[in-house]
């Protein structure tokens, strides 16, 4: 058995997960794990299959198909699965008052201490009180070995400091 990671977006209407399901069965495919959302009238997702060996180029080249409908796809073979070298996992959660550079500076800022995000979460919401626009942010990152946690703190509160938000880091060791 062969895995492959497919990613695909599309404007949003009903049957695209069930087209990819049904084109992932027909080929003796077995659908492992997925996260897919909608955004803007927009229907997106990146999705691991595993199948059989022979059926990985007839079923990349019918994807890729799937274009003339509408839909973007990418098909992408495992070739290795990383081995875990982090300490541990962690959460930081992201709350202010929305504007540009917020993202920016917080995946600047994991980028130069080699942390891995590895699922991000974001919105912009109207603020309770004021109606202002609020951002909101939820990161799960692997940390490496070597990263001294102090340096990651007190990097998260310079950006706090400088944005006027609330970044909380949570370590899971």
Known sequence: MKKLVIT???DDRPGLVEKLSQMVQQHGGNWL????AQLSGKFTGIVEISLP??????L???LKALSSQGISLLAEPVVSTPSPTTLGSGEISIL???RPGIVKEISTALAALDINVEEFHSLVEAAAMSGQPLFKADL????PAEVDLQQLHEKLDVISQNLDIEC?????E
């Open 60 to 62: 990349t080249e019918e």
């Open 8 to 10: 695909f977006i599309s």
């Open 140 to 143: 799960a990152i692997g940390i």
């Open 53 to 58: 060996e022979d059926q990985v180029s007839v």
């Open 33 to 36: 794990e997925s996260k897919m």
């Open 168 to 172: 909380m880091l949570k370590v899971d």
């Open 96 to 98: 202010g008052m929305d």
